[in-house]
């Protein structure tokens, strides 16, 4: 004996509105995942590009923890400067990097432990430097003027140097700074 289906029709609104509702999801997921997509695929974003737009969020300001002396050979002194000291793997690291400015008369000491061949890059640094490279005699061995910000370029000591210090582009010219001439420290 057959039974005979009764229609109900508060069954089918539901059926019909949960249909709906996948259908809406599907459609949904489908133009996030083509919008995601086409964002990822529309134009690729280069590693420096990513890191400086970074660094416009990071700032770091100059703390100083000591005095640096630019002398010539006979031991008159050139010019001074107040100076930050990166004497620990992490702080010779980082650097002067996200830097957006410095005074004239600051800069950057790293300190290492030997006297050896150093390189030093300008990767994440915004501010264009001059690199001095210091032996352990504590004179001036090699001069990279004016290192372009964010490049990723090597600028190798010519010397063995024990030493190093960044100051602002141009700070080397300004006050005839020149390999040959020495450098004294003290810290705060």
Same mark, same amino acid.
């Given at each position: 004996?057959?039974? +005979?289906?009764?229609h /109900?029709?508060?069954?089918?609104?539901n059926? @019909?509105?949960?249909?709906?509702?996948?259908?809406?999801?599907v459609i949904?997921?489908?133009? !996030?995942?083509?919008?995601?997509? @086409?964002?990822?695929? $529309?134009k690729?974003? $280069? /590693?420096?590009?990513?890191?400086?737009?970074?660094? $416009?969020?990071i700032?770091y300001?100059?703390q100083?923890?000591?005095? &640096?002396?630019?002398? +010539?050979?006979n031991?008159?002194?050139?010019?001074?400067?107040?100076i930050e000291?990166?004497?620990?793997d992490?702080?010779?690291?980082?650097?002067?990097?996200? %830097? %957006? @400015?410095?005074?004239?008369?600051?800069?950057?000491?790293?300190?290492?432990?030997e006297?050896?061949?150093?390189s030093?890059?300008?990767? +994440?640094t #915004?501010?264009?430097?001059?690199?001095?490279?210091? /032996?352990?005699?504590?004179?001036?061995?090699?001069?990279?003027? +004016? =290192?372009? *910000?964010y490049?990723?370029?090597? &600028? *190798?000591?010519?010397?063995? =140097?024990?030493?190093v210090?960044e100051?602002? =582009? !141009?700070?080397?010219?300004?006050?005839? #700074?020149?390999? !040959?001439?020495?450098?004294?420290?003290r810290?705060?």
């Amino acid at each position: 004996m057959a039974k +005979n289906k009764v229609h /109900n029709p508060k069954k089918q609104n539901n059926k @019909n509105r949960l249909m709906q509702i996948v259908v809406l999801l599907v459609i949904a997921a489908s133009l !996030g995942y083509l919008v995601l997509s @086409n964002l990822l695929t $529309s134009k690729e974003v $280069s /590693n420096s590009e990513v890191d400086k737009t970074m660094n $416009s969020k990071i700032t770091y300001t100059f703390q100083k923890e000591g005095e &640096l002396v630019f002398a +010539n050979s006979n031991g008159g002194t050139i010019s001074k400067i107040d100076i930050e000291i990166a004497d620990d793997d992490t702080q010779r690291q980082v650097g002067l990097m996200m %830097r %957006r @400015n410095m005074k004239l008369d600051q800069g950057m000491l790293f300190l290492f432990e030997e006297e050896t061949y150093q390189s030093f890059w300008m990767k +994440n640094t #915004i501010l264009p430097l001059d690199i001095i490279y210091v /032996n352990s005699q504590k004179e001036i061995v090699t001069i990279y003027k +004016n =290192a372009k *910000p964010y490049s990723e370029e090597s &600028l *190798p000591s010519s010397k063995p =140097a024990q030493y190093v210090v960044e100051v602002n =582009a !141009g700070y080397t010219d300004q006050f005839g #700074i020149n390999e !040959g001439d020495k450098v004294v420290w003290r810290r705060d």
